[in-house]
């Protein structure tokens, strides 16, 4: 089931209409004054989407509310994809006719996409290290079960925030690949757990499991999560509540949105004031983002 799911998932990501508004109006502008009944089109669009892709029954289709998009002959939709394991979101463009459908993302060419990156994601309650006032941002969305992740977080803590002193801070954000790791997502609770509970110990704590993924699995990943925790001082009555209850669960699933919204798909990837970076290419390339972003600012 999960071969026929991913199959499905990825002729649904990977059919991308590249249309400009106007195009896309003109194909559609016929008869929206007669928009069919709203449940009658999620039962037609699940039921196009099942034939035409090949999704089986067994996994679950849900068609979310229809939003007014960027065109007004266009309804903005998600389609959750389910198969009782995990779960993937899917964005549609619908035409208000109910006669047609646009799998994928529309991007305007008439914005700068490291400006629309440093919009989209937010800096206020978040982990982070170095100075508030820092003029370089670099924004980290990680997966703590990951080994490149873990690779790129030592360099970022005890190399370019050495270099660069006081001009760098650096935002730490969750993304569990929770498809292909099995402790990254009660790992992620953890480190927002320890965030709220001791903002002071958060990046001890995250270095320590970075450090130790190695003796972490799924049998043992939540005493380890607690037994690292209390070697940097954080509480450990208060952090097995807010572990077992999922507590800060709400805020990992919005790093998730939020990296998704911004093209987030693989770990690490990172944002120098809005450029992305992905994996681990080098210092170099990290040293010259910096560079370019310092000198963007004088």
């Not at 590249?18 to 109006?25: G, N």
């Not at 993302?105 to 309650?125: F, G």
């Not at 693989?266 to 370019?292: D, Q």
């Amino acid at each position: 089931m999960r071969h026929e799911l991913r199959k499905g998932l990825g002729l649904l990501t990977g059919l991308v209409v590249l249309s400009t508004p106007a195009f896309i109006s003109a194909q559609v502008k016929s008869s929206t004054a007669q928009s069919p009944d709203r449940a009658a089109l999620s039962e037609k669009i699940v039921r196009y989407l099942r034939e035409r892709f090949g999704v089986p029954e067994t996994v679950k289709l849900t068609v979310g509310a229809f939003k007014n998009s960027f065109d007004p002959n266009l309804f903005d939709v998600t389609v959750t994809v389910d198969d009782g394991k995990e779960k993937k979101e899917q964005k549609l463009l619908i035409s208000k006719d109910g006669r047609h459908l646009i799998v994928g993302e529309v991007y305007s060419l008439s914005s700068d996409p490291t400006d629309a990156a440093m919009r989209a994601i937010s800096t206020r309650d978040q982990p982070a290290q170095g100075p508030p006032e820092a003029p370089v941002t670099i924004v980290e969305y990680a997966d703590l079960e990951c080994p490149m992740c873990a690779r790129l977080h030592e360099f970022l803590e005890s190399d370019l925030l050495g270099k660069y002193a006081n001009k760098v801070r650096i935002v730490f954000k969750e993304f569990p690949l929770v498809a292909i790791h099995d402790w990254a997502q009660r790992a992620a609770v953890a480190s927002q757990c320890a965030y709220q509970i001791n903002p002071g110990a958060f990046v001890a704590y995250r270095s320590l499991v970075f450090r130790n993924q190695s003796s972490i699995n799924a049998t043992n990943s939540r005493d380890m999560l607690l037994n690292l925790a209390a070697q940097v001082g954080i509480d450990s009555l208060k952090l097995t509540v807010c572990l077992d209850s999922q507590a800060s669960r709400p805020r990992v699933e919005e790093d998730i949105r939020e990296g998704k919204q911004i093209g987030v798909v693989s770990t690490p990837t990172c944002f120098v004031n809005g450029r992305m970076i992905v994996g681990m290419p080098g210092p170099e390339t990290f040293y010259r983002a910096v560079e370019e972003a310092l000198h963007a600012r004088q």
